[in-house]
Structures are given as C-alpha cells and as structure tokens.
C-alpha cells in the first residue's frame, strides 16, 4: 500500500508565503511524476506544478514565477515553495504521484489527503 502524507498549510496574509510539503511511503518501487493540484471551493480540482521523474517542471499560468515545486527522491518526497500568495490562491490543495508498488508495469495514480491554504487579503 502507498500513502502520501502532505504538510505545511494554513493561514497567511497576501504576499505572504508557504512551503507545502508530500512524502510517500509504503510499497514503492520507482516513482514518476509528482505533483500538486488545488481545488477551490466550487471550483473543479486544478493543476498547479508538476515535476517530472527527470526533473522536468510545468506550472499553472496563474502561479508561474511565484510558485516553485522540488522534489528530493532519496526521501520521495516532492515540496511547492508558495511566495507572493494572493486571496485566489486559497483552496485546498492535492499531493499527486504516479507510483510503481512492484515493478514498472503496475503504476498507479495516487493522492493525498489535502492540505488547506487560506490566503488573507
């Protein structure tokens, strides 16, 4: 079994920044991308970064130069330094990795709980 832990939100006031972090344990053979998504409340559930096994990155327009995702794959755990927040970036947000327990041929998609990141104007 796989788990993906998240830490790191709460409050901040606009300009303000946090570090949300997302390690996976359990069963894991090889993990590939690794990523974050947030979802507002009635809002559908959005991509923000997204780092690649080979370190490759892609963000959301909306958070592009304020936002940085890292990751550190001795400790499979992937990091999204938040700088510059603004009341928009307020929602919950979602560790995404996709994870092999076993072998190459049984990758799986999995999540974690959410974190909550309020932004203060």
């Known amino acids: 079994q796989v788990q993906l832990v998240e830490s790191g939100g709460g409050l901040v006031q606009a300009g303000g920044s946090l570090r949300l972090s997302c390690a996976a344990s359990?069963?894991?053979?090889?993990?590939?991308?690794m990523g974050w998504y947030r979802q507002a409340p009635g809002k559908q559930r959005e991509l923000v970064a997204r780092?690649?096994?080979?370190?490759?990155?892609n963000y959301a327009d909306s958070v592009q130069g304020r936002f940085t995702i890292s990751r550190d794959n001795a400790k499979n755990t992937v990091y999204l330094q938040m700088n510059s927040l603004k009341p928009e970036d307020t929602a919950v947000y979602y560790c995404?990795?996709?994870?092999?327990?076993?072998?190459?041929?049984?990758?799986?998609?999995?999540w974690g709980q959410g974190t909550q990141v309020t932004v203060s104007s």
């Open positions: 995404n990795a996709a994870i092999s327990s076993h072998s190459l041929y049984d990758l799986r998609v999995y």
């Open positions: 359990g069963s894991i053979f090889s993990i590939n991308a």
């Open positions: 780092a690649s096994s080979g370190l490759r990155t």
